[in-house]
């Protein structure tokens, strides 16, 4: 079982919805981040916490340690938006899910 | 502010050649790290650096060497190349803040290798 669980693995949108993707996790750690793929294939990292919410534009990313448990929101999505995002949690290392597609049509 | 330069962004191997996939960053991070990205399975980590002259296996080390003796360059080894490393690779560097806590990571665009 992966340490770090992503769903869906696939999401397609209609411009302009409200989107959600899920990161599970099942080990203790220091920090969780969200990342974004580019179609183009570079990765750039859009957040990183340790708890409770961040906010940075459209996106909002949220995490409940408890439950082992991160959202990340995308509010009045966009084509421009489409690409791969990805959870990646740390304690001794780095450990990644394998990411949810996402494309948003217009 | 050149960020994580990684070379070359292609390569073509044959079974059992060598060679270097260069990495260097300019934001003077002491943390550096090299994953490869497999299709359904997410970055694994290859190898991973606190600082000049201290490298350490992560994941999937197996079939690679790195070396440290910079703050800006992590070259990442391949010895005898075989099929199974046909991937994309990836440099990351960050900053490591108090206690160790490393801080957000700047990737590098990516190496796309294929042995053949």
């Known amino acids: 079982k992966n340490e770090v669980e992503q769903s869906p693995q696939n999401l397609t949108a209609q411009e302009g919805e409200f989107i959600t993707i899920n990161c599970s996790y099942s080990?203790?750690?220091?920090?969780l981040h969200w990342l974004q793929q580019h179609p183009g294939g570079g990765i750039v990292s859009l957040f990183m916490?340790?708890?409770g919410k961040k906010k940075h534009g459209r996106l909002i990313a949220t995490i409940n340690i408890q439950e082992k448990h991160s959202s990340l929101h995308i509010t009045a999505s966009h084509p421009r938006d489409s690409a791969v995002y990805i959870c990646a949690v740390r304690y001794d290392d780095m450990r990644f899910g394998a990411g949810t597609r996402l494309t948003v049509k217009p | 502010n050149a960020g994580v330069t990684q070379t070359p962004k292609f390569q073509v191997l044959k079974t059992g050649q060598s060679m270097t996939l260069q990495c260097a960053q300019d934001?003077?991070?002491?943390?550096m790290s090299w994953y490869r990205q497999d299709p359904g399975m997410g970055l694994r980590l290859i190898h991973y650096?606190?600082?000049?002259?201290?490298?350490d296996q992560g994941e999937v080390p197996n079939g690679y060497n790195v070396s440290r003796s910079t703050t800006e360059d992590f070259p990442l080894r391949l010895l005898s190349a075989a099929p199974s490393q046909t991937s994309v690779y990836f440099c990351?560097?960050?900053?490591?803040?108090?206690?160790?806590?490393?801080?957000?990571?700047?990737f590098g665009a990516g190496t796309r290798l294929s042995v053949l």
């Open positions: 916490l340790s708890s």
């Open positions: 650096s606190v600082g000049a002259g201290i490298t």
């Open positions: 934001m003077n991070h002491e943390y």
């Open positions: 990351a560097s960050s900053r490591v803040g108090l206690a160790g806590r490393r801080d957000i990571q700047y």
């Open positions: 080990v203790g750690i220091s920090a």
